[in-house]
Protein backbone atom coordinates (compact mmCIF):
# COMPACT_ATOMS: atom_id res chain seq x y z
CA UNK A 1 0.00 0.00 0.00
CA UNK A 2 1.13 3.51 -0.86
CA UNK A 3 2.32 5.68 1.82
CA UNK A 4 1.82 9.27 1.90
CA UNK A 5 2.98 11.76 4.63
CA UNK A 6 -0.09 12.80 6.81
CA UNK A 7 -1.04 16.70 6.08
CA UNK A 8 -2.32 18.87 8.68
CA UNK A 9 -4.58 21.80 7.55
CA UNK A 10 -6.20 24.13 9.82
CA UNK A 11 -8.78 26.09 8.80
CA UNK A 12 -10.75 28.07 11.89
CA UNK A 13 -13.77 30.07 11.96
CA UNK A 14 -14.21 31.53 15.08
CA UNK A 15 -17.85 33.05 16.94
CA UNK A 16 -18.02 34.03 20.12
CA UNK A 17 -21.42 34.53 21.00
CA UNK A 18 -22.64 37.41 23.12
CA UNK A 19 -24.35 35.46 26.03
CA UNK A 20 -21.71 32.55 26.41
CA UNK A 21 -17.75 32.41 26.29
CA UNK A 22 -17.42 29.78 24.06
CA UNK A 23 -16.58 29.27 20.33
CA UNK A 24 -16.80 27.23 17.57
CA UNK A 25 -14.04 25.83 15.89
CA UNK A 26 -13.64 24.56 12.59
CA UNK A 27 -10.91 22.49 11.83
CA UNK A 28 -9.78 19.72 9.02
CA UNK A 29 -6.98 17.09 9.09
CA UNK A 30 -5.68 13.85 7.38
CA UNK A 31 -3.87 10.76 8.33
CA UNK A 32 -2.62 8.38 6.03
CA UNK A 33 -4.21 4.95 5.37
CA UNK A 34 -1.52 2.67 6.79
CA UNK A 35 -3.74 0.05 8.47
CA UNK A 36 -7.23 0.69 8.20
CA UNK A 37 -9.44 3.45 7.96
CA UNK A 38 -10.90 2.83 11.41
CA UNK A 39 -6.95 3.57 12.57
CA UNK A 40 -6.86 6.55 10.27
CA UNK A 41 -10.20 7.85 11.51
CA UNK A 42 -8.94 8.01 15.18
CA UNK A 43 -5.33 9.80 14.34
CA UNK A 44 -6.85 12.42 12.34
CA UNK A 45 -9.90 13.31 14.92
CA UNK A 46 -6.47 12.98 17.47
CA UNK A 47 -4.42 15.58 15.00
CA UNK A 48 -7.72 18.33 14.40
CA UNK A 49 -8.62 18.38 17.92
CA UNK A 50 -4.98 18.63 19.04
CA UNK A 51 -4.92 21.38 16.50
CA UNK A 52 -7.62 23.41 17.55
CA UNK A 53 -7.35 23.25 21.12
CA UNK A 54 -3.93 24.98 20.82
CA UNK A 55 -5.41 27.27 18.35
CA UNK A 56 -8.14 28.09 21.31
CA UNK A 57 -5.41 28.09 24.03
CA UNK A 58 -6.74 25.10 25.76
CA UNK A 59 -4.64 22.94 27.39
CA UNK A 60 -3.86 20.80 25.19
CA UNK A 61 -2.71 17.68 28.01
CA UNK A 62 -6.24 17.13 28.29
CA UNK A 63 -6.70 15.38 25.15
CA UNK A 64 -5.32 12.41 26.36
CA UNK A 65 -8.90 12.38 28.38
CA UNK A 66 -10.64 12.23 25.17
CA UNK A 67 -8.49 10.31 22.85
CA UNK A 68 -10.33 7.01 24.30
CA UNK A 69 -13.67 7.78 23.16
CA UNK A 70 -12.74 8.78 19.15
CA UNK A 71 -11.98 4.80 18.75
CA UNK A 72 -16.14 4.74 18.77
CA UNK A 73 -17.10 5.69 14.88
CA UNK A 74 -19.94 8.32 15.71
CA UNK A 75 -20.59 11.26 14.35
CA UNK A 76 -20.76 14.12 17.41
CA UNK A 77 -18.87 13.26 20.55
CA UNK A 78 -20.08 15.22 24.29
CA UNK A 79 -17.69 15.91 27.02
CA UNK A 80 -17.84 16.98 30.32
CA UNK A 81 -14.87 17.90 33.04
CA UNK A 82 -13.03 19.09 29.60
CA UNK A 83 -12.13 22.32 28.05
CA UNK A 84 -13.38 20.87 24.48
CA UNK A 85 -17.53 20.34 25.05
CA UNK A 86 -18.45 19.07 22.02
CA UNK A 87 -17.02 17.16 18.81
CA UNK A 88 -19.32 17.35 15.25
CA UNK A 89 -18.11 15.49 12.41
CA UNK A 90 -18.69 17.50 9.50
CA UNK A 91 -17.51 15.88 6.61
CA UNK A 92 -14.70 12.37 6.48
CA UNK A 93 -13.60 9.50 3.63
CA UNK A 94 -10.73 9.04 1.83
CA UNK A 95 -9.21 11.49 -0.66
CA UNK A 96 -5.87 10.38 -2.32
CA UNK A 97 -4.72 7.50 0.14
CA UNK A 98 -5.47 9.77 3.14
CA UNK A 99 -8.28 9.82 5.56
CA UNK A 100 -9.81 13.30 6.03
CA UNK A 101 -11.71 14.82 8.71
CA UNK A 102 -13.87 18.18 9.08
CA UNK A 103 -14.47 19.05 12.44
CA UNK A 104 -16.25 21.69 14.56
CA UNK A 105 -15.26 21.93 18.07
CA UNK A 106 -16.84 23.92 21.25
CA UNK A 107 -14.47 24.82 23.15
CA UNK A 108 -14.32 26.53 26.54
CA UNK A 109 -10.29 27.34 27.71
CA UNK A 110 -10.03 28.39 30.86
CA UNK A 111 -8.50 31.19 31.97
CA UNK A 112 -6.78 29.34 34.71
CA UNK A 113 -4.57 26.79 33.14
CA UNK A 114 -1.06 26.58 34.58
CA UNK A 115 0.49 27.05 30.96
CA UNK A 116 -1.53 30.70 30.95
CA UNK A 117 -0.54 31.49 34.82
CA UNK A 118 2.72 30.61 34.79
CA UNK A 119 6.11 31.40 32.38
CA UNK A 120 6.63 28.37 30.09
CA UNK A 121 9.58 26.33 32.06
CA UNK A 122 13.16 25.41 30.51
CA UNK A 123 13.19 21.75 29.74
CA UNK A 124 16.43 19.51 28.50
CA UNK A 125 16.83 16.42 26.74
CA UNK A 126 19.66 13.76 26.76
CA UNK A 127 20.35 11.19 23.77
CA UNK A 128 18.11 8.47 24.32
CA UNK A 129 20.53 5.26 24.18
CA UNK A 130 19.52 1.39 22.54
CA UNK A 131 19.17 -0.90 25.28
CA UNK A 132 20.02 -3.96 23.05
CA UNK A 133 21.75 -2.23 19.99
CA UNK A 134 21.68 -5.82 18.66
CA UNK A 135 18.41 -5.33 17.82
CA UNK A 136 19.04 -1.98 15.66
CA UNK A 137 20.59 -4.60 13.29
CA UNK A 138 17.52 -5.33 10.73
CA UNK A 139 17.96 -2.12 8.96
CA UNK A 140 21.06 -0.79 10.62
CA UNK A 141 19.35 2.14 12.71
CA UNK A 142 21.79 2.43 15.15
CA UNK A 143 21.39 5.65 15.15
CA UNK A 144 17.82 5.30 15.98
CA UNK A 145 18.06 6.29 19.57
CA UNK A 146 20.13 9.88 18.53
CA UNK A 147 17.12 10.14 15.77
CA UNK A 148 14.16 9.75 18.16
CA UNK A 149 15.85 12.20 20.47
CA UNK A 150 15.78 15.31 17.76
CA UNK A 151 12.65 13.89 17.19
CA UNK A 152 11.00 14.83 20.55
CA UNK A 153 12.88 18.03 21.12
CA UNK A 154 11.41 19.43 18.21
CA UNK A 155 7.87 18.65 18.96
CA UNK A 156 8.39 20.13 22.46
CA UNK A 157 9.62 23.18 20.75
CA UNK A 158 7.19 22.90 18.38
CA UNK A 159 4.41 21.79 20.27
CA UNK A 160 4.85 22.86 23.78
CA UNK A 161 2.56 25.22 25.94
CA UNK A 162 4.05 24.70 28.79
CA UNK A 163 7.78 24.05 28.09
CA UNK A 164 11.06 26.04 26.02
CA UNK A 165 12.67 23.06 24.47
CA UNK A 166 16.73 23.54 25.66
CA UNK A 167 18.01 21.18 23.50
CA UNK A 168 19.70 17.69 23.51
CA UNK A 169 22.69 17.54 25.71
CA UNK A 170 25.56 14.75 25.42
CA UNK A 171 26.02 13.98 28.86
CA UNK A 172 24.92 11.01 30.71
CA UNK A 173 22.63 11.40 33.31
CA UNK A 174 20.23 9.99 35.94
CA UNK A 175 18.86 10.23 39.73
CA UNK A 176 21.39 8.46 41.44
CA UNK A 177 23.67 11.36 40.44
CA UNK A 178 21.81 14.62 41.12
CA UNK A 179 24.72 16.82 41.77
CA UNK A 180 24.76 16.11 37.51
CA UNK A 181 21.68 16.63 37.07
CA UNK A 182 21.69 20.20 38.40
CA UNK A 183 24.91 21.27 37.19
CA UNK A 184 23.54 20.01 33.86
CA UNK A 185 19.99 21.97 34.64
CA UNK A 186 22.37 25.30 35.30
CA UNK A 187 24.29 24.67 32.35
CA UNK A 188 20.81 24.63 29.70
CA UNK A 189 18.61 26.93 32.31
CA UNK A 190 16.51 24.33 32.60
CA UNK A 191 13.67 23.04 35.16
CA UNK A 192 13.24 19.74 33.94
CA UNK A 193 15.98 17.05 32.09
CA UNK A 194 14.38 14.49 30.16
CA UNK A 195 16.09 11.34 29.97
CA UNK A 196 15.36 8.04 28.47
CA UNK A 197 15.92 4.94 26.31
CA UNK A 198 14.99 2.83 23.70
CA UNK A 199 14.57 -0.82 25.17
CA UNK A 200 12.63 -2.78 21.95
CA UNK A 201 13.40 -2.54 18.62
CA UNK A 202 12.64 -6.18 17.71
CA UNK A 203 11.04 -7.40 14.42
CA UNK A 204 8.54 -11.04 13.95
CA UNK A 205 7.30 -11.52 10.76
CA UNK A 206 3.13 -11.64 10.61
CA UNK A 207 2.28 -14.76 8.33
CA UNK A 208 -1.19 -14.71 8.71
CA UNK A 209 -3.81 -14.69 5.89
CA UNK A 210 -3.11 -15.71 2.13
CA UNK A 211 -0.85 -12.69 1.45
CA UNK A 212 2.66 -11.78 1.11
CA UNK A 213 4.39 -11.96 5.16
CA UNK A 214 4.35 -8.74 6.97
CA UNK A 215 7.56 -7.62 8.92
CA UNK A 216 6.60 -5.72 12.09
CA UNK A 217 8.68 -3.74 14.41
CA UNK A 218 8.19 -3.01 18.18
CA UNK A 219 9.11 0.48 19.70
CA UNK A 220 9.54 0.46 23.31
CA UNK A 221 10.74 3.73 24.86
CA UNK A 222 11.22 4.64 28.97
CA UNK A 223 11.16 8.24 29.48
CA UNK A 224 11.53 10.04 32.51
CA UNK A 225 11.58 13.53 33.98
CA UNK A 226 13.58 14.79 36.66
CA UNK A 227 13.14 17.56 38.88
CA UNK A 228 16.52 20.18 38.22
CA UNK A 229 16.95 21.80 41.78
CA UNK A 230 16.29 17.93 43.56
CA UNK A 231 17.33 15.29 40.77
CA UNK A 232 14.03 13.41 42.22
CA UNK A 233 12.52 11.78 39.10
CA UNK A 234 8.92 13.03 38.98
CA UNK A 235 7.54 11.55 35.70
CA UNK A 236 8.08 8.23 34.28
CA UNK A 237 6.62 6.33 32.28
CA UNK A 238 6.73 3.45 29.36
CA UNK A 239 5.50 3.78 26.09
CA UNK A 240 5.49 0.69 23.64
CA UNK A 241 3.83 -0.03 20.02
CA UNK A 242 3.78 -1.81 16.82
CA UNK A 243 3.83 -0.93 13.17
CA UNK A 244 4.43 -2.22 10.08
CA UNK A 245 8.73 -2.32 8.97
CA UNK A 246 8.20 -2.23 5.02
CA UNK A 247 11.87 -1.78 4.42
CA UNK A 248 13.80 -5.10 2.70
CA UNK A 249 15.51 -7.21 5.64
CA UNK A 250 18.90 -6.92 3.78
CA UNK A 251 18.47 -3.20 3.44
CA UNK A 252 20.26 -0.35 5.18
CA UNK A 253 17.45 2.28 6.52
CA UNK A 254 18.38 5.73 6.70
CA UNK A 255 16.32 7.17 9.46
CA UNK A 256 17.09 10.78 8.81
CA UNK A 257 15.07 10.45 5.45
CA UNK A 258 11.59 11.68 4.86
CA UNK A 259 11.50 7.90 3.14
CA UNK A 260 11.39 6.73 6.46
CA UNK A 261 9.31 9.11 8.74
CA UNK A 262 7.25 9.06 6.21
CA UNK A 263 6.56 4.94 6.37
CA UNK A 264 4.16 3.32 8.94
CA UNK A 265 7.43 3.03 11.27
CA UNK A 266 7.98 6.44 11.22
CA UNK A 267 4.34 7.88 11.45
CA UNK A 268 4.09 5.77 14.60
CA UNK A 269 7.44 6.91 16.37
CA UNK A 270 6.18 10.25 15.75
CA UNK A 271 2.61 9.39 17.14
CA UNK A 272 4.80 8.30 20.47
CA UNK A 273 6.61 11.50 20.79
CA UNK A 274 3.27 13.21 20.08
CA UNK A 275 1.84 11.26 22.89
CA UNK A 276 4.99 11.91 25.24
CA UNK A 277 4.44 15.30 24.88
CA UNK A 278 0.84 15.60 25.63
CA UNK A 279 1.56 13.04 28.84
CA UNK A 280 4.46 15.37 29.75
CA UNK A 281 1.96 18.60 29.97
CA UNK A 282 -0.54 16.44 32.43
CA UNK A 283 1.73 15.65 34.32
CA UNK A 284 4.13 18.46 34.70
CA UNK A 285 2.20 21.70 33.72
CA UNK A 286 1.17 22.73 36.72
CA UNK A 287 4.60 22.88 38.59
CA UNK A 288 5.21 25.83 39.76
CA UNK A 289 8.01 28.15 37.48
CA UNK A 290 11.07 29.16 38.99
CA UNK A 291 12.34 32.04 37.82
CA UNK A 292 15.25 33.44 39.20
CA UNK A 293 16.67 36.54 39.78
CA UNK A 294 20.34 36.14 37.90
CA UNK A 295 21.24 40.02 38.38
CA UNK A 296 20.80 43.12 40.37
CA UNK A 297 21.87 46.61 39.77
CA UNK A 298 20.37 49.71 41.78
CA UNK A 299 16.75 49.23 41.50
CA UNK A 300 16.57 46.95 37.91
CA UNK A 301 16.61 43.17 38.51
CA UNK A 302 17.51 40.70 35.88
CA UNK A 303 15.61 37.02 35.60
CA UNK A 304 16.35 34.22 33.44
CA UNK A 305 13.28 34.37 31.24
CA UNK A 306 12.16 36.49 28.63
CA UNK A 307 10.24 36.40 25.13
CA UNK A 308 10.31 32.37 24.46
CA UNK A 309 8.91 31.91 27.94
CA UNK A 310 5.99 33.97 27.29
CA UNK A 311 7.12 37.53 29.13
CA UNK A 312 5.75 40.78 28.38
CA UNK A 313 6.91 44.43 28.97
CA UNK A 314 4.13 45.86 32.34
CA UNK A 315 4.50 42.04 33.88
CA UNK A 316 3.65 42.22 37.42
CA UNK A 317 6.15 39.87 39.12
CA UNK A 318 6.04 38.69 43.01
CA UNK A 319 9.48 37.94 45.20
CA UNK A 320 10.19 34.46 47.06
CA UNK A 321 13.27 34.83 49.00
CA UNK A 322 15.48 31.04 49.26
CA UNK A 323 16.20 30.14 52.77
CA UNK A 324 17.86 26.67 53.18
CA UNK A 325 18.08 24.74 56.66
CA UNK A 326 19.28 20.90 58.44
CA UNK A 327 16.48 19.56 59.43
CA UNK A 328 16.70 16.83 62.70
CA UNK A 329 17.94 13.53 60.33
CA UNK A 330 20.60 15.96 58.93
CA UNK A 331 18.21 16.59 55.67
CA UNK A 332 18.96 20.19 54.00
CA UNK A 333 15.97 21.43 53.15
CA UNK A 334 15.03 24.57 50.58
CA UNK A 335 12.48 27.09 52.27
CA UNK A 336 10.49 29.71 50.00
CA UNK A 337 9.41 32.86 52.08
CA UNK A 338 7.37 35.67 50.32
CA UNK A 339 8.27 38.82 50.44
CA UNK A 340 6.82 42.37 50.12
CA UNK A 341 8.41 42.98 47.40
CA UNK A 342 7.12 43.83 44.09
CA UNK A 343 9.01 44.06 40.32
CA UNK A 344 7.52 44.86 37.13
CA UNK A 345 8.92 44.06 33.78
CA UNK A 346 10.56 47.01 32.07
CA UNK A 347 12.13 45.11 29.01
CA UNK A 348 12.31 41.96 27.62
CA UNK A 349 14.39 40.17 25.61
CA UNK A 350 14.54 36.88 24.09
CA UNK A 351 15.36 34.48 27.34
CA UNK A 352 16.37 37.15 29.95
CA UNK A 353 14.32 40.26 30.98
CA UNK A 354 14.93 43.39 32.99
CA UNK A 355 12.16 44.32 36.29
CA UNK A 356 11.97 47.01 38.44
CA UNK A 357 11.84 46.53 42.51
CA UNK A 358 9.19 48.29 43.83
CA UNK A 359 9.40 49.59 46.58
CA UNK A 360 13.14 51.58 45.34
CA UNK A 361 14.76 51.38 49.21
CA UNK A 362 14.03 47.30 49.26
CA UNK A 363 16.08 46.05 46.14
CA UNK A 364 19.12 45.99 49.06
CA UNK A 365 17.24 42.87 50.66
CA UNK A 366 17.06 40.65 47.53
CA UNK A 367 19.90 38.16 46.54
CA UNK A 368 20.69 36.03 43.25
CA UNK A 369 19.11 33.16 42.94
CA UNK A 370 15.61 34.57 44.20
CA UNK A 371 13.16 33.54 42.97
CA UNK A 372 10.07 35.38 41.06
CA UNK A 373 6.12 34.07 40.03
CA UNK A 374 3.62 35.55 37.72
CA UNK A 375 1.37 37.82 39.56
CA UNK A 376 -2.20 39.39 38.61
CA UNK A 377 -1.71 42.71 36.52
Same mark, same amino acid.
Given at each position: MKTLLARLTLIVSLSV????????YEVSASSPI??????????????????AMRFAGADVGSLQQLKRFYSQAKTGYQFSGNAVRE?????????????????????????????KTQYKKGMVLTRFPIVSPQQAALGGIYQFGDDFSVLLNREIKQHAQSFVGRGIANVDVSPNAP?? %???? $?? !?????? @? #???AITDLSATTDASGFGEAQNNR??? %???? $?? !?????? @? #??????????????????????????????????MARRMSRNILLDLESSLSCRASKPEIVALKDNIAQINVGRINGVKQGDQLNLWHIASFTDDLGIVRTQRRKSGITLT?????????????????????????????????
Open positions: APWTHAAWLESQQAARVRALEAATFDVQVLEEGTQGGNYVVNLRLDIYPSANACHRT %VAML $AE !DKDAQF @V #ITGQLA %VNVQ $AM !DSESGE @V #IFQRRYRDVAQWPFERHSQVDTQTARFWQSPYGQVARVYESSAEAVVQPNNLSGSIQIGDIVTKGVN
